[in-house]
Every structure is written in C-alpha cells, then in structure tokens.
C-alpha cells in the first residue's frame, strides 16, 4: 500500500480512531492528554465520542494528571460511561509512568548531585496520598546499594526511629545515605520537625561514620534539597 493510499483510509477511520491518526501522521507529542487517553480507552458511549469521555474523565480529576495517577478502580468507574475494561487499562498506563521513574537499572546508580537522588526516589514517593521515608545507601564511590523504605504513616507525618534507620545503614556497610520523603501537599518546604529529624540523623550517622549526604522533600511536580538550600 502506497503511503496516498494509507493516508486516504486512515481519513475514512471512525470518530473514536481519529486520535490514532493524529499520532501516525504527527506524533505522540502532538496528542493532548485527551486524545492520549481517547485512545487508551478505545471508545466512547453512544453518546458522546472517546475524546470526550476522556474529556469528561480529566475533568472529574481537575483537568490535573497527577490527581488522577492517584485514583483507583472503584473511582474511576463512578464516572459514566467507565466499566472495569476501561478503567484497569487507564490504571496499567499509569502505574507504566510509574515504574519508568522507578526503574532498576543492572548497573549501579551513581548519585553526585540532587537531581540524581530525586530521579531514584521520585517513583515511590510521587503520587501517594500519604507520607512516606525512605533512604538510599551508598557505598564509598557514591553508588546506591540499597533503597530502604524506612516508615509509612498519615497524610501530614511519619514517624521515624533514627536507631532503625542506622541500624539498617550499618547491615549493609553504608558510607553515605540520602533520606527522603514526600509531602502529600504539595508543599515542598520542611516542617520543624523535619529540621529536628534531620539534625538528629546527621548526628547519629556521624557516630558510626556514616555521612548524611542529603534530604530531600519531595511532592508530585518538585521537590526540595537540604544540601542544595545550605540546610546541612
């Protein structure tokens, strides 16, 4: 088939299709998240289009991508014309983003800056309606050997034990941690608590001649350094 010929009968394709045209002939770029979605859902209802379903989707959600990477099923489906096919693919494609930030790389992460440590933690601590601490430990050539999820807890704390978390650094021969953790928020700024926790860390690694290289705060769009900001 001659590329007139596939340009002709893409031009005949259904209202639904026309998303997956734009992306042959343009590009995914091109697409809004609208016409993505259009097209992950597949179809609309008999009464309106898949672009304006997804439409209708993204505006239960604030028309904000990060609020809905934050739904489930059971809400999802609460939306008309949203049955369990539809919504466990909208879910899939999600928790792909997801796991593209948290990918496991088979060489060891080396972390020399800020941006670094954030592109490791970013997929577990985004888009989560609660807080939660982690830490990173590295060797002496500042490569990850662990990632540790050191607590979970409510919307606005977690409790973390500094004894723990040492204890958990030293098991595995740490030269270095960075620790981080997420405000549901969205607010990236340290709360005082953080600033004592912080201290109480760095003093605590000092004794078993661990260095606290870093905390991070982190939410769905940015997030806060406390070596970047002098905060140390």
């Known amino acids: 088939m001659s590329y007139s010929q ?8 259904a209202e639904d299709d026309r998303p997956r045209e734009k992306l042959i002939l343009k590009g995914a770029n091109s697409l809004s998240d609208a016409e993505l979605l259009a097209i992950l859902i597949g ?21 904000e991508l990060q609020k809905l990477s934050r739904t489930d099923l059971k809400e999802l489906m609460q939306i008309k014309g949203i049955g369990p096919a539809k919504g466990i693919t909208i879910l899939a494609a999600l928790e792909l983003g997801r796991r593209r930030l948290n990918k496991n790389n088979k060489e060891k992460v080396i972390i020399n800056a800020s941006n670094t440590a ?55 021969k740490a030269k270095g941690i960075i620790i981080a953790h997420n405000h549901p928020s969205g607010n990236p700024q340290p709360s005082p608590s953080d600033i004592t926790l912080t201290g109480r860390i760095k003093e605590a690694s000092a004794l078993f001649d661990i260095q606290l290289l870093d905390h991070l705060i982190i939410t769905n769009n940015q997030y806060l350094s406390f070596a970047d900001k002098g905060m140390l």
């Open 43 to 63: 179809t609309g209802t008999r009464h309106e289009t898949a672009v304006d379903l997804a439409k209708s989707i993204l505006a239960a959600f604030d028309n």
């Open 118 to 172: 954030y592109d490791e933690l970013a997929g577990q601590l985004i888009d989560l309606d609660y807080e939660q601490f982690m830490a990173l430990f590295l060797n002496n050539r500042n490569e990850v050997i662990e990632k540790y999820v050191v607590s979970r807890g409510g919307r606005t704390s977690t409790v973390v034990d500094p004894v723990l978390l040492l204890r958990s650094a030293v098991l595995a």
């Open 6 to 13: 596939e340009k002709s009968t893409i031009r005949e394709w």
